[in-house]
């Protein structure tokens, strides 16, 4: 029997995502979810019918309400997670993200080779997230500020606030708002997409790698086996400097 | 030897007409038209959806404003066989109408007025005497010494003012204005009073449309739907609107207009001989009062007249291959299949290549291609078309209404038939027929209330508004009588988009350059042997061209 | 700037007569003389005489390029203030091929007389765009190019006013593919004021409130980020719109002529431009306030607003990918492109379970181990 439990690894807890960083990821994974699903509906609403006074519906101004508040946390989140990024810890460091080295970028090709392409070779370990999935979330970030400059930008008009505003000027940079507005519509497209795929491969990692990935966002640890750190297995896309 | 002139640009049109002209022992003995301005809309429709087509070809023109949408929906509706319902189609004739209206007023004083009034001499009339005449001619009420003299004061002193603004440089004092002063100044009265009428007789469009200039149109009926029991939506107060706009339109036309165009052309006689052309005539039919397929019911017959031989109309088919044709022998384009043939518009082709000189030039190249325009012709004819030669296959097919206005006209003028073949009977028969439009709106708005008082109140059938519905491939014609004359749409539509889209307008069939055979078109052939006193103000080329009312962004597109 | 546009430039006929060394008699009686030769009674002198002290009109020159004339026939159409006083008092219009009784030469010489003697000071107004294309014959005018005429014109201008979206954005013959490279005024003439006044036309009574705001107040209205004068175009359609009550309640018209339409639901579905388009319609209307296009149940179509022809279908709300076929919008790509990605990731969760067999095996087993080592 003892011996039997030498053949499991022993694991070691690694808080990898704090608190703020899981606050972050819920809340904006709620506030896209609820602006692609208003986002939808503004862009083409249901057949409604009502006998009611349309002065006593709100339907469509509700829908539209949702949006605007999901788009102002979205929003704030957003630039939150960007100050995280400098005084968070290392696995929420802006270095994560941006391949700024020949190695970040070799180590996104082995976990594509890997993860994608399933070549088989030895496995690749990494304790915050891979250094594919970190250039995918700077992709991301470039979205979310797409999407925030086109959708303030419409919202400048409207609004009276000087945040929005700020943005006023982005519709004449595409000719106006009907332009802006398509750009606005076709990077959703980008956002469902990623979603889909994103949770896809946290599922995908957790069964193949039983590290606790899913849960990693509830609790913020990961189980990390001890050899990994004692043969030094695991790679980072970029060393952290902290 | 005779003498090259130029007028470019022409003004008092809408857009750019160059007109070349030799002239010989006062006379002149050829004439040459170019339209020098081109934005190849037919290119820019290719692939588009059909139903949108009417938003662009609307934009063709603003001065005939919604005629193209006109044509373009009906074109559609050919090709997608679509009946519209009654309401609309009223709808529509009411809306063509309060165009007609509009545009034929405002082509009379301020495009036209200005070759026969003599803005200037004006200003020594006398306000009594003035006032005297136009009350002999119309009880239009604004006719008072009072109400002439203040005129003749803000004139005087906006000239003295030394800034003539639209007025500077005229030919005023020209030997050819024959104009006593007295109805110079009704003229330049009317002139004022007819550019804050105008104003309003379009808000019927705005009413049905929403806005005009350029209206709105619906493939299947129009968009405004009626709702008699609703705010929205065409209700008893916006038809009440209809029926004042379209009443004011037709008092200002019988009581003003009408009389300064008789007294103006009462003047000037001699031009019942002068300006005629080519003496063949041509007309699609409008207004149906039966569905826009039952020609027969058109309010305006449709036909075509040869040689001036008014005993015989002959039957025009715009969907046969050798009927309508566009050549373009002497115009900047190119033909796949060679440049010597003509294609009917289901055929058409609209490939631009430039070849004349390169700007700034002094003269083009008549010899060669010298102009945007095609040119159309009919079994090979060279035909004028517009109000004259609409009101003379109205008079052919013997319509009573016709017979009625056009002898009236002859009998107060003291002139014979024959003069309508000329600048005079063009002019003359604008005013004519915007007397009978003005009548018939009104018939056409007492329909539409009879039908509503009946229980019918559709506007549009959107059955096959959706493309899924349509055939793979799908041709069509639509036509519409343009204030400026026939005018025709043909569609080609492929896998519910347009595979090739023609128009052949009625500038283009009045304005185009000669064809192959040498045959002359109605503008050149019009100018040929008439007079011009003084080579250096050529006033008369104004009068014979702007007998035409010319449209060249309509001719062009 | 647009401000100094005053009298000091150009003097009046007063002050012209008065720097020549005459004195007050002196013009009066040259005004009496002048007045007799025109055949003015004497009640007339004295205001003659104000209409000559008082500053020149502004000069105007309005070059029609590629056009359809839309905007001349809206800007006749303004009710206030009405076109015939705006001509008598308030500029001088010395040059319009529309409405102008010169032709030919004699219409060019009155467009050269403006430039030289109100040089700096006439106001450039432009209806139509300028073709590009094969070095600009494909509109030409007295043999020259619009070009040409445009450079010559707004070379010593104050101001310009591009009319309409042709002058502003190219309008319908800038549409795809525009083949004669159909381009608006501003990028072609840099360093003068521009105003822009988009619309397919603009409103006849915007067209004056343009004029009006330069003559009453000597100075260019203040402009938006596109150079449009905020007091047209600072508001959406859409947030002016009467039918704003039913779009809020997702009450929509669905096809026209419905039920939906005849109660004057929103015209969203049925391709309504309205939310992307800045104008004043909703405010001000058409025609001296009788409807504009969604009063009258069509969609606005976004006349007023750049690329309009070719960012998406008159009916559709969805966005269609402009050059990809009108079939083609954005959704349909973004749905083909979820089932491309639905279908990858059931083949990668297939493969994944058939080539890493091994590793997930080795992960099971060890999990099996423990659940069965384990005492609870
Ligand atoms: C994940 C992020 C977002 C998604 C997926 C999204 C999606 C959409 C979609 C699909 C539309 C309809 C466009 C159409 O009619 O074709 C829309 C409209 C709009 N969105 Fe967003 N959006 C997002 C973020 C934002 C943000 C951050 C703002 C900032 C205020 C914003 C403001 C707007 C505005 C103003 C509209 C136009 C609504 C109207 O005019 O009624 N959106 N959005
Ligand atoms: C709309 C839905 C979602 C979005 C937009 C989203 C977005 C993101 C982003 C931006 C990160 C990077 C976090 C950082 O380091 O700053 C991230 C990481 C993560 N997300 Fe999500 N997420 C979504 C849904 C989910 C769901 C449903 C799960 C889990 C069931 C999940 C699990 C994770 C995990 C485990 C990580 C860290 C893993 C790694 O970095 O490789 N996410 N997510
Ligand atoms: N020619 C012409 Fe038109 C007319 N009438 C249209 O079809 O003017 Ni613009
Ligand atoms: S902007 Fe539109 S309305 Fe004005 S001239 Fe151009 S096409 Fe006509
Ligand atoms: S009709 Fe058009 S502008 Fe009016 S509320 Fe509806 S979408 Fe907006
Ligand atoms: S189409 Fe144009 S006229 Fe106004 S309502 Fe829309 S901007
Ligand atoms: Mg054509």
């Known amino acids: 029997m003892k011996t039997k439990y030498l053949h499991v690894h022993r694991l070691r807890r690694v808080y990898v995502w704090e608190l703020p960083v899981r606050y972050y990821h819920w809340l904006n994974a709620l506030a896209i979810i609820a602006l692609i699903i208003t986002g939808f509906l503004i862009a ?199 | 030897m005779s003498k090259r002139i130029v007028v470019d640009p022409i003004t008092r049109i809408e857009g750019h007409l160059r007109i070349e002209a030799d002239i010989e022992n006062g006379k002149i003995k050829d004439a040459y038209s170019s339209g020098t301005m081109v934005r190849l809309l037919e290119e820019i429709l290719q692939g588009r959806d059909p139903r949108d087509a009417w938003a662009f070809v609307g934009r063709v023109c603003g001065v005939c404003t919604s005629t193209h949408s006109l044509a373009s929906v009906r074109c559609v509706e050919d090709a997608l066989g679509i009946t519209v319902p009654p309401n609309a189609e009223l709808v529509r004739n009411i809306m063509f109408c309060a165009l007609y209206m509009h545009d034929h007023v405002v082509h009379f004083y301020h495009l036209h007025a200005m070759d026969w009034v003599d803005v200037v001499d004006a200003l020594k009339a006398d306000p009594k005497k003035t006032s005297e005449l136009a009350q002999s001619i119309s009880h239009w009420p604004k006719s008072s010494p009072g109400y002439f003299s203040d005129v003749q004061t803000r004139i005087k002193k906006f000239v003295a003012s030394g800034q003539l603004g639209i007025f500077a440089n005229g030919y005023w004092g020209h030997p050819a204005y024959k104009l006593p002063s007295e109805v110079n100044l009704i003229g330049l009265a009317h002139y004022l009073e007819a550019l804050e009428w105008q104003k309003e007789i379009v808000k019927v469009h705005a009413i049905f449309g929403g806005k005009n200039p350029h209206p709105n149109y619906l493939v299947g009926g129009m968009a405004c739907s009626i709702g008699i029991d609703d705010v929205s939506g065409i209700n008893a107060e916006r038809l009440a609107l209809v029926e ?24 000037y006689k001699d031009w019942g001989a002068i300006g005629g052309g080519i003496g063949n005539y041509m007309s699609y039919g409008d207004l149906p009062i039966n569905g826009y397929k039952d020609a027969s019911s058109y309010k305006f017959p449709a036909g075509a007249i040869l040689n001036k031989d008014i005993s015989k109309l002959h039957e025009v088919d715009l969907r046969k291959d050798d009927e309508v044709q566009e050549f373009i022998t002497n115009s900047w384009y190119e033909y796949k299949g060679g440049n010597a043939q003509g294609l009917h518009p289901w055929k058409g082709e ?72 000329s600048t005079l009977g063009r002019t003359a028969a604008r005013g004519l027929e915007s007397v009978l439009v003005a009548q018939w709106g009104l018939e056409f708005y007492d329909k539409l209330i009879a039908n509503i008082k009946n229980g019918d109140t559709r506007m549009a059938d959107t059955t096959k508004f959706d493309p899924e519905t349509w055939p793979k491939h799908a041709v069509g014609v639509g036509h519409a009588e343009a204030p400026r004359g026939a005018l025709a749409h043909w569609i080609n539509i492929d896998d519910k988009k347009i595979a090739n889209y023609q128009l052949v307008v009625p500038t283009t069939w009045n304005a185009s350059p000669r064809d192959g055979k040498g045959q002359l078109s109605a503008y050149e052939s019009s100018l040929v042997g008439t007079p011009v006193a003084n080579e250096q103000q050529p006033l008369e080329i104004l009068r014979t061209i702007h007998s035409f009312d010319p449209c060249m962004a309509c001719s062009v597109h | 700037m647009f401000n100094e546009l005053d009298q000091t430039k150009q003097p009046t006929y007063y002050e012209e007569v008065e720097r020549k060394g005459y004195n007050r008699r002196d013009f009066l009686q040259f005004v009496s003389m002048m007045t007799a030769f025109i055949g003015l009674e004497n009640s007339a002198v004295g205001q003659v005489a104000k209409a000559l002290e008082t500053k020149p009109r502004v000069p105007v020159i309005w070059l029609h390029f590629q056009e359809c004339t839309c905007c001349s026939e809206s800007f006749i159409r303004s009710s206030h203030p009405m076109v015939a006083d705006i001509l008598l008092d308030k500029i001088s219009l010395d040059y319009t091929e529309t409405l102008m009784a010169a032709s030919g030469f004699q219409a060019e010489e009155a467009m050269q007389n403006t430039m030289k003697k109100y040089k700096g000071e006439y106001i450039l107004c432009v209806e139509g765009s300028v073709p590009m294309g094969a070095d600009g014959v494909y509109c030409m005018i007295g043999g020259k190019t619009s070009l040409q005429i445009l450079q010559e014109a707004a070379e010593n201008a104050k101001a310009i006013i591009a009319w309409g979206s042709c002058a502003s954005n190219g309008c319908v013959q800038a549409a795809k593919p525009n083949p004669t490279k159909a381009t ?68 929509y018209v669905e096809s026209f002529d419905d039920e939906n339409a005849k109660k004057g639901y929103c015209l969203y579905k049925v391709g309504c431009k309205g939310p992307t388009t800045y104008n004043a319609c909703g405010v001000m209307k058409w025609n001296n306030g009788t409807s504009f296009p969604i009063q009258s149940g069509h969609g606005c179509i976004g006349c007023s607003e750049e690329n309009y022809w070719d960012n998406g279908r008159l009916y559709e709300r969805a966005s269609s990918f402009a050059g990809f076929g009108i079939e083609a919008n954005a959704d349909d790509f973004g749905k083909v492109a979820l089932g491309v990605t639905g279908a990858a990731l059931a083949g990668h969760a297939v493969m994944t379970n058939i080539r890493k067999k091994k590793l997930i095996t080795s992960l099971e087993d060890e999990g099996k181990q423990s659940e069965h080592e384990l005492k609870s």
Not at chain 1, 181 to 210: K, N, P, T
Not at chain 2, 244 to 261: N, R, S, T
Not at chain 3, 196 to 218: N, Q, S, T
């Open chain 2, 244 to 267: 004042q706009l379209m009443k004011q339109g037709k008092e200002f036309i019988e009581q003003v207009y009408i009389p300064d165009l008789m007294a103006i052309a009462s003047f």
């Open chain 3, 184 to 251: 608006p005024i501003h990028k072609l003439i840099k360093g003068k004021p521009i105003i822009k006044v988009p619309g397919c036309p603009p409103i006849g009574e915007v067209m004056a409130g343009v004029i009006v705001h330069l003559v009453a107040f000597d100075r260019i209205p203040e402009l938006d980020a596109l150079g449009r004068p905020k007091a047209f175009y600072s508001k959406r359609v859409h947030d002016t719109c009467y039918r704003r009550p039913f779009y809020d309640a997702g009450l």
């Open chain 1, 44 to 242: 083409s609403p249901l057949a409604l019918q009502s006998r009611e006074e349309a002065t006593m519906r709100f339907t469509m101004g509700w829908v539209r309400v949702i949006h605007f508040i999901a788009a102002y946390i979205f929003f704030f989140n957003f630039l939150f997670r960007l100050y995280w990024g400098f005084v968070g810890n290392k696995y929420a460091s802006w270095r994560q993200f941006i391949p700024t080295s020949k190695k970040f970028i070799k180590e996104m090709w082995t976990v594509f080779k890997i993860d994608i392409l399933m070549l088989r070779g030895k496995e690749h370990i990494s304790v915050g997230h891979n250094a594919m999935a970190g250039f995918i979330y700077f992709l991301t970030f470039w979205a979310f500020l797409v999407q925030c400059l086109t959708g303030f930008g419409l919202y400048a008009a409207m609004g009276t606030w000087w945040l929005p505003k700020m943005f006023a000027w982005v519709p004449p940079v595409f000719g106006g708002d009907i332009l802006t507005r398509q750009i606005h519509h076709w990077s959703m497209w980008f956002f469902i997409l990623f979603a889909v795929i994103h949770v896809y491969l946290v599922f995908y990692h957790d069964y193949i790698e039983g590290r606790g990935e899913i849960s990693s966002m509830g609790g913020g640890w990961k189980f990390i086996e001890e050899e990994v750190f004692q043969d030094e297995e695991h790679h980072t896309p970029n060393k952290p400097t902290n």
């Open chain 2, 350 to 421: 609209t490939s631009i290549k430039y070849t004349g000189p390169k700007p700034p030039f002094a003269n083009l190249n008549t010899k060669e291609k010298y102009s945007y325009l095609k040119t159309p012709r009919w079994k090979g004819n060279a035909m004028e078309v517009g109000p004259l030669a609409r009101v003379l296959v109205g008079y052919a097919s013997g319509k009573p209404e016709y017979k009625e206005v056009v002898d009236k006209a002859l009998k107060d003028l003291n002139i014979p038939v024959t003069a309508l073949f």
